[in-house]
């Protein structure tokens, strides 16, 4: 692997979630970056986007001002495009899931379609606004089926819904499951995933994303795993994806060398256990970037 950029965002959307904001120095305090250096030929750290100003803080916990937060997500977007004309793989750290709206826009081009791997035990589908929970609204945004307000954020380029893949759900309503049959969206719930097992349904979108064209972002919430391995996160309940599972999708991405950008959200290190849930993460990218080694080693 060539070359990939670090990018922490400590930033929080929502006043009682003070945690979030904490994530990238979590992920950081477990040497990710001396990690990666031993596997990639170039990590470019991007540091930390600033904490939000007294001001900003102010319009955005306080007042939840859709203009103050739109503004910091096309902020973020930028440094997002700008990592990606640099080169190399995006690679965005976080707390509040809010900022995958940013990260995802970042990676959308004029000229070819993005593909979004969406791992997440929400959907995130819902249309109306949620001004007390934008999160509800970040995938129904991506799509063009969210509130308008938000739509700025992707420049109004939207990702279609056949290049969509949202794995390991268990909390959705039945709107949410509308949309994602309206729009086409491959999906597979927990429910899914225990019937068919994580394997195939691993084969499965290997296979699907074979056939896609573009930039693919995957987008990894730790609220999917299960709270056995990532206790570190503000939505805790049992039955979500196990630590063999994520690890044997995460090998099977890096085979697939479709990955163009990850973003790894819902981090709160208030909650967790001794920094485990980043020290997972980070396990992830590890997995994943030795066996981007092991092929290049190969061939």
Same mark, same amino acid.
């Given at each position: 692997?060539?070359?990939?950029?670090?990018?922490?965002?400590?930033?929080?959307?929502?006043?009682?979630?003070?945690?979030?904001?904490?994530?990238?120095?979590?992920?950081?305090?477990?040497?990710?970056?001396?990690?990666?250096?031993?596997?990639?030929?170039?990590?470019?750290?991007?540091?930390?986007?600033?904490?939000?100003?007294?001001?900003?803080?102010?319009?955005?916990?306080?007042?939840?001002?859709?203009?103050?937060?739109?503004?910091?997500?096309?902020?973020?977007?930028?440094?997002?495009?700008?990592?990606?004309?640099?080169?190399?793989?995006?690679?965005?750290?976080?707390?509040?899931?809010?900022?995958?709206?940013?990260?995802?826009?970042?990676?959308?081009?004029?000229?070819?379609?993005?593909?979004?791997?969406?791992?997440?035990?929400?959907?995130?589908?819902g249309r109306e606004l949620k001004?007390?929970?934008?999160?509800?609204?970040?995938?129904?945004?991506?799509?063009?089926?969210?509130?308008?307000?938000?739509g700025t954020i992707m420049n109004?380029?939207?990702?279609?819904?056949?290049?969509?893949?949202?794995?390991?759900?268990?909390?959705?309503?039945?709107?949410?499951? #509308?949309? @994602?049959?309206?729009?086409?969206?491959?999906?597979?719930?927990?429910?899914? /995933? =225990?019937? +068919?097992? %994580?394997?195939?349904?691993?084969?499965?979108?290997?296979?699907?994303?074979?056939?896609?064209?573009?930039?693919?972002?995957?987008?990894?919430?730790?609220?999917?795993?299960?709270?056995?391995?990532?206790?570190?996160?503000?939505?805790?309940?049992?039955?979500?994806?196990?630590? #063999?599972? @994520?690890?044997?999708?995460?090998?099977?991405?890096?085979?697939?060398?479709? /990955? =163009?950008? +990850?973003? %790894?959200?819902?981090?709160?290190?208030?909650?967790?256990?001794?920094?485990?849930?980043?020290?997972?993460?980070?396990?992830?990218?590890?997995?994943?970037?030795?066996?981007?080694?092991?092929?290049?080693?190969?061939?």
């Open positions: 692997m060539k070359k990939i950029g670090i990018l922490g965002v400590p930033w929080m959307f929502h006043e009682e979630r003070q945690g979030v904001a904490l994530a990238p120095y979590a992920m950081r305090y477990t040497g990710v970056i001396s990690m990666l250096e031993k596997l990639v030929d170039v990590v470019k750290d991007y540091h930390n986007m600033a904490f939000f100003t007294d001001m900003e803080q102010e319009a955005i916990l306080k007042s939840k001002d859709l203009k103050a937060i739109t503004y910091k997500l096309k902020e973020l977007r930028e440094i997002v495009m700008d990592m990606k004309v640099e080169g190399g793989i995006p690679i965005v750290f976080g707390g509040d899931q809010l900022i995958s709206l940013g990260s995802i826009a970042g990676m959308e081009d004029k000229e070819i379609e993005q593909t979004v791997i969406w791992v997440n035990a929400h959907a995130d589908m001004q007390d929970n934008l999160c509800h609204n970040v995938m129904a945004t991506v799509i063009g089926r969210g509130p308008a307000e938000l109004h380029r939207f990702v279609s819904g056949d290049n969509v893949c949202i794995v390991g759900t268990r909390r959705i309503d039945y709107d949410e499951f #509308r949309v @994602i049959e309206e729009e086409g969206i491959l999906h597979y719930e927990m429910t899914t /995933i =225990d019937r +068919m097992g %994580f394997a195939m349904v691993t084969d499965e979108i290997i296979q699907w994303l074979a056939k896609q064209d573009g930039n693919v972002h995957l987008v990894l919430d730790v609220d999917a795993i299960d709270p056995e391995f990532t206790p570190g996160t503000d939505f805790i309940s049992q039955g979500g994806i196990y630590w #063999r599972e @994520i690890r044997y999708f995460m090998k099977n991405l890096a085979l697939s060398d479709k /990955i =163009d950008a +990850m973003t %790894f959200v819902g981090i709160n290190p208030l909650n967790d256990d001794k920094n485990k849930t980043s020290q997972f993460v980070v396990s992830l990218l590890e997995e994943y970037f030795q066996v981007k080694n092991m092929q290049i080693d190969h061939f």
